[in-house]
């Protein structure tokens, strides 16, 4: 979901999240309205429409829901040290030793609800001594369930083999059979069940799974490593007003620790706390990966302007918050600099003063068009190396738009022998060619014509990059016009 305000229908209505099918967007998520109504997950949205004409639909973010899902994550580590994401739509928290710190369990689960529902997220919550157990009764077993030990094999028993995460051929198998419940796949001698199913992969094997959940197996819990945080923290004694003297040592701090880690930063953020609970902050992002103490100093300095500390702030703080891979190196022999450092540096002191957007430079894209291979992005972008098609002998100097030449006298299938460009006549002495370049279909519109280009020199050695649009006869138009699209140095 974007950050945009929606003003949403009632609770009578059914909403559906969408996300782009095979043949067309299909049901991604569904309200509890739609829930009732009988939608389901997976139907294609028209369908659905045609049975309900009130559907209210919206698209879906799934990569927005899956970031969001590794911050609560994170965010839930307050209950425990080990927790993951859990596909798109779930939590694993190992709360082993940690919910008498609570009050025990069932006032830990309480106190996990009552905060996922004040940051507005509806949970639900199981709790059992191994991970399959807890994931199912959480899913299936209607949540708030608090499995002991000695209860797992009955607690799991009602719930259906879907919650055993096995794909849909072997759950339509395991129904064929009967077995439609936990319950009754346990009650199978498990000699009768290897035979089938002892080729399948572990994770997709439901007596493998089913093992896990009972704790017959090993099914540890592998919680992601810590991002690693690079910032440095000064803490006054008194508020002050002034942020400026203290870079030179906020900086530094932060420069020894990205030097350590042979990394260099490519956006910082400096903030300062006010003591009056409120936080100001700036961003600077750099050209290229950078360590160096004063140019950090320079960058920070001069976007201080304007920034209120209020009644004084005790405070600062300075993060890299995007780091590269930088190794240790020295200045030349001879005392030099290397000038790409230095270009790089003038690119983040015109940024930080006339705003990223100002300061452009040339990137490039994969298209046939000569016209659209050439696009402006912010100079702190870095530099973006040209696909093959530009490195190959086209002029340095193009036209945009081509402009149109009027045609003297041609040779057929070639390039015009005399033509004229800006009231001047040119008489054609050699040429190569041509170089057919065939419509975009994903992007230009029906009816485009495609290009022929031939590199020609005039009398005197001028030399040009000339094509044909349109061949005679294509059903595309009239006679192919001619253009000039480029001028070799």
């Known amino acids: ?75 839930a580590r307050r209950w425990c040290p080990w927790t993951v994401r859990d596909g798109d739509n779930g939590i694993l928290m190992d709360v082993t030793g940690a919910a008498h710190l609570f009050g025990g369990e069932a006032k830990m689960l309480r106190d ?44 799991i028993a009602p719930l259906p083999v879907a919650a055993l995460r096995i794909n849909a051929d072997t759950d339509r198998l395991l129904q064929r059979l009967g077995l439609k419940t936990l319950g009754k796949l346990m009650e199978v001698p498990r000699v009768a069940l290897m035979r089938r199913f002892d080729r ?38 008194e508020p002050v007003i002034d942020p400026v003297p203290h870079l030179e040592g906020l900086a530094g701090d932060l420069c020894r620790q990205l030097a350590k880690a042979e990394l260099g930063a490519r956006r910082l ?37 304007g920034i209120d500390p209020g009644f004084g702030f005790d405070l600062l703080t300075l993060e890299a918050r995007s780091v590269e891979p930088l190794a240790l190196h020295q200045d030349h022999l001879d005392g030099q600099r290397d000038a790409g450092r230095d270009v790089a540096a003038l690119l983040d002191r015109l940024c930080a003063k006339l705003g990223p957007e100002k300061v452009t430079w040339s990137a490039w894209v994969q298209s046939h068009i000569p016209e659209r291979v050439e696009t402006r992005v912010p100079a702190s972008a870095g530099v973006i190396e040209p696909p093959l098609d530009v490195m190959r002998a086209r002029p340095l100097r193009l036209l945009d738009p081509p402009e149109e030449i009027v045609v003297l006298y041609a040779v057929p299938e070639g390039p015009p022998a005399r033509f004229r460009w800006r009231r001047v006549s040119y008489l054609m002495t050699r040429f190569e060619g041509p170089e057919r370049v065939a419509p975009e279909w994903w992007r230009d519109k029906p009816g485009t014509r495609l290009r022929d280009y031939y590199k020609v020199e005039v009398g005197g050695g001028r030399r040009f990059w000339l094509f044909r649009e349109g061949i005679l006869g294509d059903g595309r138009g009239s006679d192919p016009r001619w253009f000039l699209q480029g001028i070799y140095a």
């Not at 997709?204 to 819990?221: E, S, Y």
């Open 200 to 237: 399948m992969a572990a994770e997709v094997n439901p007596l493998v799974l089913l093992d896990r959940a009972l704790g017959r197996a090993g099914d540890p819990l592998n919680a992601p490593e810590e991002v690693a945080q690079w910032m440095a923290r000064v803490r006054l004694p």
């Open 269 to 305: 953020r400096l903030t300062i706390y006010r003591v009056d609970g409120e936080w100001r902050s700036r961003d600077v992002a750099l050209a290229s990966a950078s360590r160096e103490v004063a140019h950090l100093i320079r960058l920070l300095a001069g976007k201080l302007e």
């Open 112 to 155: 996990i609800g009552t905060r996922f529902a004040m940051q507005g997220l509806a949970v639900r919550l199981a709790l059992a001594p191994t991970r399959g157990a807890a994931q199912m009764l959480a899913r299936f077993g209607g949540g708030g369930v608090i499995c002991g030990p000695d209860d797992v094999e009955v607690a």
């Open 1 to 75: 979901m974007t950050r945009q305000q929606r003003t949403l229908p009632g609770d009578d209505v059914p909403v559906v999240l969408a996300a782009q099918g095979t043949h067309g967007p299909v049901v991604y998520a569904i309200s509890a309205e739609a829930v009732r109504r009988g939608v389901s997950v997976g139907a294609r949205v028209v369908d659905v429409q045609a049975i309900h004409p009130d559907l209210h639909v919206e698209n879906a973010d799934a990569a927005g829901d899956v970031a969001l899902l590794d911050r609560v994550a994170l965010w």
